[in-house]
């Protein structure tokens, strides 16, 4: 019983790390997307794209991501397959900047895609208060409850003195 709190435990952290790992690279990417190629522009330098791309967790080993089953592995591969795409080119490219960006685009949404798919698969990353943001969408409401019902169940506002 203990050995298998202990592998449900192992696998919860090595899913919080890929997750933690592939929503700061989502990050950086939406972070410095316009000013990578500025500087790709004027510096002829691939470095701001490398170094966007970078992964903190690339040490990890098959006996690290075992613990996940089969189908979070394929899911997990998948997502750094479309970033190794990405530093692949930014490494080896010779395109002008404007064909690069136009190039950029095109992987970015594959891996926007592979993000959207590892997030539904392996959840988002435990916040460093200890709690799991969680994204919704209101489907259906099942309380009709008119808006003045609402109003009166909040608490009373003060007036300022004038």
Not at 112 to 137: F, K, N, S
Request: charged residues 30%.
């Amino acid at each position: 019983m203990a050995r298998r709190k202990q592998a449900d435990e192992t696998t919860a952290r090595v899913r919080n790390l890929i997750a933690l790992d592939s929503a700061n690279i989502m990050r950086r990417l939406d972070a410095r997307r316009g000013e990578m190629f500025v500087l790709f522009s004027r510096l002829r330098s691939r470095e701001p794209m490398l170094s966007t791309l970078s992964t903190r967790y690339a040490s990890a080993t098959f006996h690290d991501l075992m613990n996940l089953p089969a189908r979070e592995q394929s899911v997990v591969d998948h997502f750094y397959e479309c970033l190794d795409s990405l530093r692949w080119y930014f490494t080896y490219t010779e395109d002008m900047p404007s064909t690069a960006q136009q190039t950029f685009n095109t992987l970015h949404r594959r891996l926007e895609e592979a993000h959207r798919q590892l997030v539904a698969t392996i959840g988002h990353p435990v916040t460093p208060e200890g709690t799991t943001v969680v994204e919704g969408e209101v489907l259906r409401r099942e309380d009709s409850a008119p808006e003045a019902a609402l109003v009166r169940a909040s608490p009373p506002r003060r007036r300022r003195a004038e």
